[in-house]
Nanobody
């Protein structure tokens, strides 16, 4: 089993930065890759970024490339999402999610993920 706790959201002006954290626990956490998703009001949930705990491979949605950086600290069982140059359109609830290594086919598909954190609100004012 895996438990995830997301934190770090808040209110920031456009152009500002935030760092989200996703702390994992549970016996299976080390067998999982982690994705960050977000959902804005009235919109579908979308993939933001992904990191493989097996080899460190990372992926980003086109809308955040060059602005967001995903990283992990395996000793702390924590995955970070550094968000720079934030825009009002980045406003959403951000979730971290875990998927077992061997089950990943397309990191953007939220239904592939087995475990979800509770979400943290990010609001970017213009």
């Amino acid at each position: 089993d895996v438990q995830l706790q997301a934190s770090g959201g808040g209110l920031v002006q456009a152009g500002g930065s935030l760092r989200l954290s996703c702390v994992g626990s549970g016996s299976a956490f080390d067998d999982c890759d982690i994705g960050w998703f977000r959902q804005a009001p009235g919109k579908d949930r979308e993939g933001v970024s992904f990191i493989s705990s097996r080899d460190g491979t990372t992926y980003y949605a086109e809308s955040v490339k060059g602005r967001f950086t995903i990283s992990s600290d395996s000793a702390e069982k924590t995955v970070y999402l550094q968000m720079n140059s934030l825009k009002p359109e980045d406003t959403a609830v951000y979730y971290c999610a875990a998927v077992y290594h061997e089950y990943v086919r397309d990191w953007l598909l939220d239904y592939e993920y087995d475990y979800w954190g509770q979400g943290t609100q990010v609001t970017v004012s213009s």
